[in-house]
């Protein structure tokens, strides 16, 4: 490979799929080169987020709620109704399909994988890369490739995840429920019921370095839900809690990793975010301008993730117990602006002082 691109992504993930589609779908006859370290796999995920009505992913939904349930430790079960928001539900598989579906169908696009990137020299007009596929020459450079050890040093909070997917029968009413896992620190375990697939997730906030991931999802939670273990996927995953500044560089060289934080919601968070900056980034450069790095998290979100890290590295007992109050005590709209990281700061800051979290 010796070849002379205007545009390279690094990366073949969130970010750089959504990018690749957004200049696909842009009308733009771009020679576009796609360099994915890894062989591409399936997706397993199912992104559930709070929402507008409307929004960037609107034609990905597989379904939306208008409630969940929170499950108590005796068994019990809470029906909590959403009054403003409703809760988006995205098969990240499908997401992944429509964008490699996108660049298939531009013939000046070009998705390469298993390709590894040795070095980068960038210049004031063009950007050289040295591939193990030989020399690649390109006017702009995205990467979105994760970077090492982002947001995770050690005393910090991370979240780990351990997911279990397997397909229902149709014709289930659809659900998503919560529960509380542990006492000594805080995590939560949650089931959604879709209309043909059933998900089970642990996910727990633990000091880094994080210590081994959770034990493997419990299969009877899948089975009682109707999923069938011969076909469960399974998936697992780390990410910090609170947001961290990174250095986004500049000039032809831009710097666009997925920055997935927060509680139990930042995928589908992230990737919202990430499909209207694509947005933008396409039109730039269909217009010849330069192109921007994705912007920070809001400042609210940022100094709510940051509240909720503190209390959970000062007293995780205490933390756990704010989730339990949380889940069970406060408003259902307030209950899903928080695990999304989406609270503002000065609405946490009043429960911390009334006991609830």
């Known amino acids: 490979m010796s070849e002379?691109?205007?545009?390279?992504?690094?990366?073949?993930?969130?970010?750089?799929?959504?990018?690749?589609?957004?200049?696909?779908r842009s009308g733009r006859r771009l020679r576009t080169l796609i360099l994915e370290p890894r062989r591409l796999a399936p997706n397993p995920r199912h992104w559930m987020f709070p929402a507008?009505?409307?929004?960037?992913?609107?034609?990905?939904?597989?379904?939306?709620?208008?409630?969940?349930?929170?499950?108590?430790?005796?068994?019990?079960?809470?029906h909590r109704p959403l009054k403003r928001m409703i809760l988006a539900r995205i098969p990240a598989q499908t997401v992944q399909e429509a964008?490699?579906?996108?660049?298939?169908?531009?013939?000046?696009?070009?998705?390469e994988e298993g390709v590894s990137v040795d070095q980068v020299?960038?210049?004031?007009?063009?950007?050289?890369?040295?591939?193990?596929?030989?020399?690649?020459?390109?006017?702009?450079l995205v990467d979105t490739r994760p970077l090492e050890d982002v947001g995770m040093p050690a005393g910090r909070v991370v979240q780990l995840s351990r997911l279990m997917t397997a397909p229902v029968e149709g014709g289930h009413e659809e659900r998503f429920c919560l529960k509380l896992m542990g006492s000594e620190s805080p995590g939560l375990e949650q089931l959604s019921l879709s209309r043909d697939r059933v998900v089970h997730e642990?996910?727990?906030?633990?000091?880094?370095?994080?210590?081994?991931?959770?034990?493997?999802?419990?299969?009877?939670?899948?089975?009682?839900?109707?999923?069938?273990?011969?076909?469960?996927?399974?998936?697992?995953?780390?990410?910090?809690?609170?947001?961290r500044a990174l250095n986004r560089q500049g000039g032809r060289v831009v710097l666009a990793p997925a920055d997935a934080y927060g509680l139990r919601f930042a995928p589908g968070m992230a990737a919202l975010r990430l499909h209207d900056w694509a947005q933008v980034q396409a039109r730039r450069l269909s217009y010849g301008l330069s192109l921007h790095a994705p912007s920070p998290p809001p400042l609210s979100a940022r100094l709510s993730t940051a509240r909720i890290e503190m209390i959970i590295r000062r007293d995780p007992?205490?933390?756990?117990?704010?989730?339990?109050?949380?889940?069970?005590?406060?408003?259902?709209?307030?209950?899903?602006r928080t695990l999304s990281g989406a609270a503002r700061w000065t609405d946490l800051v009043r429960a911390w002082r009334s006991g609830t979290w």
């Open 317 to 336: 007992r205490q933390a756990a117990a704010g989730l339990r109050a949380l889940l069970y005590e406060a408003p259902a709209d307030g209950v899903m």
């Open 202 to 243: 642990q996910a727990r906030f633990v000091l880094a370095p994080p210590p081994e991931l959770p034990p493997q999802s419990h299969a009877d939670a899948v089975l009682q839900w109707g999923g069938r273990l011969e076909d469960v996927r399974h998936a697992q995953g780390v990410w910090p809690l609170s947001y």
């Open 52 to 78: 507008a009505p409307e929004h960037g992913l609107r034609r990905y939904e597989s379904s939306r709620l208008t409630g969940f349930e929170v499950e108590s430790p005796t068994g019990a079960v809470l």
């Open 99 to 111: 964008a490699l579906d996108a660049v298939a169908a531009e013939p000046r696009m070009v998705l």
């Open 4 to 24: 002379r691109f205007d545009l390279v992504i690094l990366g073949a993930g969130l970010s750089g799929l959504a990018l690749a589609s957004a200049v696909a």
């Open 121 to 140: 020299q960038a210049g004031r007009a063009h950007v050289a890369l040295e591939t193990s596929d030989g020399r690649v020459r390109t006017s702009w």
